[in-house]
């Protein structure tokens, strides 16, 4: 079956963009919804794959939610939620890590290992300690063995890409005594871009980006500043479950990403995008 037709001139200027990119590192976050759709999630990891052939270093950090929830239906446990956080006790733990680590890390590895790239499991690479939250009546919620990134192992990070490896890492870290911690995906991906000083934190969603108006996907606002968006929350237009998206760039900025890109991961190579046009269908946000 013949491929898709591509001028010879288009060609040369996609490489041309994509090579550009060279020596910035980029870190992707795939989750949520954008990994229920197997067609995004391929489309997504044969972008991640054609960006690490053509020598962007480039780390992919996921989570697992909805596998998580079904693991524990199946075990016949129900998830709890509190402060909005997976309570994570000890049995939840156990799935928690056996789904992220054995099940999800290891299919993303071997997919992207079938495509070509040097991808690699890297599932001890965040040290943390347990995340502790104040309620209301100023005591300490106990979320189990929920944790906060303290350190990430960027000196591991770039002695990997030095030998052209690509870094697969679950949303995993480990205490002072060994012990797993199992943290948010998305500040996961915040710590390694920070730790990285990436140029790209990207991370990939089931929204298509910040929209002025909910129910209006026209209404997509393309670039924004961090103080923009403080605004936008505040005013009620960033909201929901958006609100710790947008947090979530915030703290990669904080921690010193160069930008955050907020894009649809149900859209086939919304990824690709941002490296081969001027514009792409997506919010990015910047200091």
């Not at 996961?188 to 000083?197: D, Q």
Request: charge should be negative.
């Amino acid at each position: 079956m013949p491929g898709p037709s591509v001028s010879a001139e288009a060609f040369a200027a996609a490489v041309e963009r994509v090579a550009a990119h060279r020596n910035k590192t980029v870190v992707v976050k795939l989750g949520g919804s954008a990994m229920e759709d197997p067609a995004a999630t391929d489309a997504c990891l044969k972008s991640v794959a054609v960006l690490n052939r053509l020598g962007v270093p480039l780390v992919l950090v996921h989570g697992g939610g909805k596998p998580i929830d079904r693991a524990m239906a199946e075990a016949g446990l129900t998830p709890k939620k509190v402060a909005g956080r997976r309570y994570t006790d000890d049995a939840t733990l156990e799935i928690v890590v056996r789904v992220l680590k054995d099940e999800i890390n290891k299919g993303l590895v071997e997919t992207l290992v079938r495509q070509d790239t040097n991808a690699l499991a890297v599932s001890s690479l965040l040290s943390g300690s347990r995340l502790t939250l104040s309620g209301p009546d100023g005591q300490s919620i106990d979320l189990g063995r929920v944790g906060r990134i303290t350190g990430v192992d960027g000196r591991h990070l770039h002695s990997l890409f030095n030998q052209a490896f690509l870094p697969v890492v679950p949303s995993l870290a480990l205490d002072a005594d060994g012990g797993w911690l199992n943290v948010n995906a998305d500040t996961a991906a915040s710590a390694v871009a920070g730790a990285l000083k990436a140029d790209k934190a990207i991370f990939l969603t089931d929204t298509p980006g910040v929209l002025r108006d909910r129910a209006d996907p026209a209404s997509l606002i393309p670039k924004l500043t961090e103080a923009q968006c403080r605004e936008l929350i505040a005013a009620g237009v960033i909201d929901g479950g958006m609100v710790p998206k947008v947090e979530a760039c915030f703290e990669a900025l904080a921690a010193g990403a160069n930008s955050a890109l907020i894009l649809d991961g149900r859209v086939p190579y919304s990824l690709l995008d941002v490296f081969l046009h001027d514009t792409f269908t997506g919010t990015e946000i910047t200091r």
